[in-house]
Structures are given as C-alpha cells and as structure tokens.
C-alpha cells in the first residue's frame, strides 16, 4: 500500500535551515578564495605543496574547511530533507547545530591548527548522527506503517 505525504507547515524550518547551511557554504568560499589570493595559491591549484609555498598549511587548513564541509554536505541535506518529514521542528533543531557546529569546524581549520576543528565543530556530528536516526525511523514508519506525523499535522 502506498504512503500518502503531506508536508507539515513547520517543513519551512528544514528549508530554513537548508538555506542557511547554502549561505555558510558561500561564505566559505569566499573565505578560501580570499586565502588564494593571500597565500598565493591560483588556479587550477587545489593544495599548495609545502616545498613551493611557505604558507602551503595555512592555505590547505582553510580549503580543507571548505572541501570537508562539502563531502559532508549530501548526508546533511538528504537526511535534513527526508527526516524533516516526519518530524520537521526536531530536524530543524538538529540542522540548525548542524549548520553553527560546521561554521566553529571551519574557523578552527582555517586557524592552521586542524585540531581546532573539533574543539566545537566536532558536535556537528551528533546533529548528524541524530538526522540519520529521524531518517531511519521516517524509514521504518513508511514500511511498518506508522503514523508517527508532527502534532499539527494530525
């Protein structure tokens, strides 16, 4: 039997988020297209090597920020998307952390000290973790149908 969906109201929250995660990612971007242009690193280049530029770590740290977040970023917004569904307010909570965790992860790499990373931005992952089980349990409703809708939904 198929599952009948309908989109809560409070699904604007996961967009939200959704787009403020957009707008951090642009931020980024900037940032390490800023650290190409201090750090002398052009394009098509996308790591400095060591022994051709002094300031090689510095300028690695802060793309890794950047690519690290972007392989990161199919499971955010899948999960974020699919386990908003079912529970909109708590993925929202959850990718809202999500999205202030990964800016503290970028600006603690992009301090040239990777450990940095994690002092805070590390809690981005038990967001993460804790999207992927509202999407496992969206998952589980649809096949043992159970109807586990948001309050204003039902």
Known sequence: ???????PKEYGYVVLVLLSYIFLNLWMSFQVGKARKKYKVFYPTLYA?????KNAK???CVQRGHQNSLEMMPVFFASLLV??????????GL???YTVSRFFYFKGYASGVPENRLRIG????LALFGLIILTAA??????LDVNMQSPSSS
Do not use: D
């Not at 039997?1 to 989109?7: E, K, T, Y």
């Not at 090597?49 to 530029?53: C, V």
């Not at 386990?83 to 929202?92: E, S, Y």
């Not at 590390?122 to 992952?125: E, P």
């Open 83 to 92: 386990g908003g569904l079912q529970l909109p307010v708590i993925a929202a």
């Open 49 to 53: 090597i060591e022994s051709e530029n």
């Open 138 to 143: 969206f998952a589980m409703s649809l096949i």
């Open 58 to 60: 510095l300028f690695n």
């Open 122 to 125: 590390g809690l981005n992952f």
């Open 1 to 7: 039997m198929a599952a009948a969906l309908g989109i």
């Open 95 to 97: 990718g809202a952390f």
